[in-house]
């Protein structure tokens, strides 16, 4: 269980295009999906905190026009890179947080998909 | 959240315990301590978390020091596929992870 879908995998396009990226809870609902960002050798960097029904968070220095999140329903957000160039060129992993239980501490885990590699030409 | 430190790197050889530390001195009595592993090119996987007692499921150990100040992840009997970098994480109810640097484990044939 706990399967979380990431889509594309792998794409490349040229600059100035937008890119979509899809993050899928597939067996659990989730209030609130998360979207990092690597780059290579390096560790994973939190991008935003994506809320269902309501907007994002945006982390300190991410640009909230470049990256638009949309959290439409429990099972789905999306990532859209919006003229993208060559340095949004990135792998990008987003998560997904398992609704709350009664409990204000409630200590499930996070789901992570597979990541998507972003190449910009 | 807690700040995490971890040793750059380890080595393991193949079928001995891989015993993995974390320091979280800043730890607040109500994070928990999670541990994620990454394989090259995939998402973080989920091995584990605990509060303060000590953890065990089918992957791995966690022993958690009476003070919280840090954490030990244990992989009983390391195989080449257990090759990945390790994070610990803690966290509370605000669900953000802040990934440190992590440990990247070799396990050696």
């Known amino acids: 269980g706990a399967v979380v879908s990431q889509h594309p995998s792998w794409v490349i396009c040229k600059s100035g295009t937008s890119v979509k990226i899809e993050c899928r809870s597939l067996?659990?609902?989730?209030?609130?999906m998360f979207w990092y960002r690597q780059f290579p050798k390096q560790s994973l960097m939190l991008m935003a905190t994506?809320?269902?029904?309501?907007?994002?968070?945006?982390e300190q220095g991410v640009e909230k026009d470049k990256f638009l999140i949309n959290h439409a329903s429990l099972t789905l957000s999306t990532l859209t890179v919006t003229s993208a160039h060559p340095e949004d060129s990135s792998f990008y992993i987003c998560?997904?947080?398992?609704?709350?239980?009664?409990?204000?501490?409630?200590?499930?885990?996070?789901?992570f998909g597979d990541g998507t590699r972003l190449s910009i030409l | 959240d807690a700040k995490t430190t971890q040793p750059t790197s380890m080595d393991c050889a193949e079928g001995r315990a891989a015993n993995l530390p974390c320091n979280h001195s800043?730890?607040?009595?109500?994070?928990?301590v999670y541990w994620y592993r990454q394989i090259h090119s995939q998402g973080p996987q989920y091995i584990i978390h605990?509060?303060?007692n000590n953890e065990t499921n089918e992957m791995a150990s966690l022993i958690i020091t009476e003070d919280r100040k840090s954490s030990t992840l244990i992989l009983p009997h390391a195989t080449l596929r257990d090759t990945a970098v390790y994070y610990c994480?803690?966290?509370?109810?605000?669900?953000?992870?802040?990934f440190g640097t992590g440990t990247r484990l070799k396990v050696l044939a």
């Open positions: 994506s809320n269902e029904g309501s907007k994002a968070t945006y």
């Open positions: 800043t730890i607040s009595g109500n994070e928990y």
């Open positions: 994480i803690g966290t509370s109810g605000t669900y953000k992870y802040i």
């Open positions: 605990g509060l303060k």
């Open positions: 067996d659990f609902q989730a209030t609130t």
């Open positions: 998560s997904a947080q398992p609704m709350r239980t009664a409990s204000p501490f409630s200590n499930q885990p996070q789901h």
